[in-house]
């Protein structure tokens, strides 16, 4: 039977696996919303297309599986590039679907048309546009594998309007046959004894997580080999939660904001296994003086990762859980070679010494620090719930106060640092996990940039906590500007700031206002047990900054401590 | 370092400039790029020639093969490989000087392919070297319009041991 693009295209989703939907129709796609109600598939409306690509993500990340959202042509296909670059920025699986003009329109500069393809080329794993509707199944085929496959990313298609209203035989394309896309997957077995070697012959390994441990569900590995070998582990932003944050083995996250003793395990170390970390900046600090003293040994299943920044002893490239295991592998075989606990002693002491001299910590006054409220949050919730964050201070203050146990527990954006992520991630996450507890941690610039969707979050009764560390300041600005532009607070002090409590209660949802420390723990339970959406305005002491902090262009172990 | 780069394409609209866009994007420079189709239906050859150190070479490299469209990446540093270009060079040349001209084309094997009162037109194939040699022996004479194609590069059949 002859099917139109829109009904295919519905088809291909349910084949899939999607079960929902992010998006905002227009123009260019009411072909595609005529056909949804005859379908499975849920919709869920956003109120800004932005959001819908951050709520697929937020889905993604949580869940594993490919988010996927909607939008129409022009104005609707660009309000998603800032949500694609996140994406892609973090290697999320997902598919963006976008509507596009007619096809004899394209080029004429119609209404609402935009070249989407050629604007997020460089921000997409890959992505098309579909000028014949024969081509239709296959595309949507191909996006889905590369979305999900090898390291993951987002994928567009462009779906001209005629292309979702022409007709023809719908054909499933079982399999995918790409001969110019190969992911690795399965590391190169020299290399892994290679490594194997690197590690018995070491006095002072490290593990360092990225986001690829958490993303190929590789944490079991990586926990086994870490007390098995006695190798203390540190992580990136996209690694906290790939190891349990409350291990005796776990140093904390490394980098700009990482902890004492993560960044000097790293300067001292003399065997470093980077297992899905790509090496980004805010990483290393001063490239020349990052991991001077160590052979490094890179897993990643991306090759343009390896030696990108940093000069790597032993590359591995492929898939980081079966690298993982093959080094656990061979290592078993090994393990008489050496006594590891005896051997690596120590360096354990050393690591924890350090970790007992400068643990993470602030100065207590009476006033709300914000590295209390997420250390309240993590008492009150025992660490039960998925947090997503917005981005700046309020980021930090989370990856180091909220005890990470588990992957998939963190959303945030650590690639692209894109405000306004956190709310819209959470109703993603939300919907992944409708009975978890999800809590955005937000500061009261970055949740100013997605805030309309409270009204998705109370349409849809989400039960989503938004906390927001209320400093009135767009705080990490403020405090670069503190220390290293002479305070000159120009443009970060956030003046005409809405009554956040009545907004929340505008769009139907509750709103809570903590401007005491004695009350920060009751009502954040208040907050927490009741099941509707919740805005928690806490107002925080104003100019509390985020230390440990590595100035931009220092050495990692040149941190300005509290 | 100059590097010659042979990008086996999948055909399809874009693809240009994804390869384009990777170097603009990443900041790497292209020195020329040809492109054309090969004997095998919707498959396209790009010669790309670039520059720069080992490990911007390494990512150049890396980077083109994990675009979906490229097929396949050799530099041809790692093997030995015949290079062409082709430029046709419109030269000052009167009465006076069109018999030195035409010497030089002769010693270059240049066909001459226009001719007028004032200037004679000619074509020259070499390698990259051999086409800066003849430019820059006509310089002299007054150069009035060059049009020059990228590298093209071919893997000799018989390769040297241990290459």
Redesign the interface.
């Known amino acids: 039977m002859e099917l139109n693009g829109a009904r295919i295209l519905l088809e291909c989703l349910k084949r899939e696996g999607v079960d929902i939907l992010f998006g905002y129709p227009g123009g260019a796609v009411i072909d595609i919303y005529d056909e949804l109600p005859r379908h499975e598939v849920r919709h869920i409306l956003v109120r800004h297309e932005q959001a819908a690509v951050h709520a697929a993500d937020g889905f993604a990340r949580a869940s594993g599986k490919v988010g996927v959202c909607l939008v129409t042509s022009g104005p609707g296909a660009t309000n998603t590039v800032t949500g694609i670059a996140t994406a892609y920025a973090d290697s999320i699986p997902m598919v963006v679907l976008t509507g596009q003009v007619p096809t004899p329109l394209i080029g004429n500069d119609a209404f609402q048309e935009v070249d989407i393809?050629?604007i997020t080329?460089?921000c997409t794993?890959?992505n098309y546009?579909v000028k014949d509707v024969r081509d239709l199944a296959r595309v949507l085929r191909q996006a889905f594998y590369?979305a999900r496959s090898g390291r993951p990313g987002p994928v567009l298609v462009d779906l001209p309007k005629d292309v979702m209203q022409a007709k023809t035989e719908f054909v499933w394309p079982e399999d995918v046959k790409?001969?110019?896309?190969n992911p690795t997957y399965r590391p190169n077995l020299n290399q892994l004894r290679r490594a194997v070697e690197a590690l018995i012959e070491a006095k002072r390994p490290l593990f360092f997580a990225g986001g690829g441990v958490v993303m190929s569900d590789a944490s079991e590995e990586l926990g086994w080999l870490a007390r098995t070998l006695s190798i203390p582990v540190t992580s990136t932003l996209m690694g906290l939660g790939a190891f349990p944050g409350d291990d005796p083995l776990w140093l904390g996250m490394i980098g700009m904001h990482g902890t004492y003793a993560g960044n000097k395990a790293v300067n001292n170390a003399d065997c470093i296994v980077a297992v899905g970390a790509r090496f980004d900046d805010r990483v290393t600090g001063r490239l020349s003086a990052f991991a001077s003293g160590a052979r490094i040994i890179h897993i990643d299943i991306?090759?343009?990762s390896i030696?990108?920044n940093v000069q790597v002893d032993i590359p591995v490239v492929g898939d980081c859980r079966k690298a993982l295991a093959g080094i656990r592998e061979i290592a078993t075989t090994r393990l008489a070679e050496k006594d590891w606990a005896t051997a690596h002693e120590p360096w354990l002491a050393q690591v924890s010494a350090w970790r007992t001299e400068q643990p993470l910590t602030y100065v207590k006054n009476g006033s709300i620090k914000p590295q209390q409220v997420v250390e309240t949050i993590f008492s009150i919730t025992r660490g039960d719930a998925i947090v997503t964050t917005e981005v700046g201070q309020n980021q930090m203050w989370t990856a180091q106060f909220f005890t990470f146990r588990k992957p998939r527990t963190l959303l945030t954006s650590g690639g692209l640092g894109t405000m306004g992520y956190g709310f819209p991630a959470a109703i993603g996450a939300q919907f992944a996990f409708p009975d978890k507890l999800v809590i955005d941690m937000a500061g009261d610039g970055s949740i100013q940039m997605n805030i309309q969707e409270l009204a998705t979050a109370v349409c849809n009764k989400l039960p989503i906590k938004i906390v927001i560390l209320n400093n009135g300041y767009l705080g990490m600005v403020r405090q670069w500007q503190e220390l290293f532009y002479q305070r000159n607070y120009c443009s970060t002090c956030m003046e005409a700031q809405p009554d956040f409590v009545k907004l929340a209660e505008a769009y139907g949802a509750e709103g809570y206002r903590i401007t005491e420390a004695g009350e920060l723990e009751s009502t954040l339970r208040a907050a927490f047990a009741s099941p509707h959406t919740a805005v928690i305005d806490v107002r925080v002491e104003r100019e509390e900054n985020v230390y440990p902090m590595v100035p931009a262009g220092a050495a990692l172990d040149e941190m300005l401590l509290v | 370092m100059r590097h010659v780069l042979s990008v086996l394409v999948e055909n399809e609209p874009g693809v240009l400039s994804r390869v384009a866009g990777l170097f603009s994007g990443r900041g790497f420079n292209i020195e020329s790029l040809n492109v054309a189709p090969t004997l095998e239906e919707g498959v396209s050859l790009m010669t790309i020639t670039t520059s720069g150190e080992e490990q911007i070479i390494e990512q150049i490299v890396k980077q083109l093969r994990k675009l979906v469209t490229v097929i396949k990446v050799v530099d041809f540093i790692d093997v030995s490989a015949v290079e062409r270009e082709m430029v046709m060079v419109k030269v000052q040349a009167d009465d006076a000087r069109r018999a030195e001209v035409l010497r030089i084309a002769d010693i270059f094997r240049c066909k001459v392919v226009d001719v007028s009162l004032n200037d004679l037109t000619l074509e020259a194939t070499g390698d990259h070297g051999k086409i800066q040699a003849i430019l820059s022996l006509l310089t002299r004479f007054g150069i009035k319009e060059i049009a020059r194609t990228g590298t093209v590069a071919m893997r000799r059949s018989m390769q040297p041991e241990n290459a």
């Open positions: 393809v050629g080329r460089p794993k890959h546009l590369l790409l001969r110019s896309y991306d090759p343009t030696r990108k």
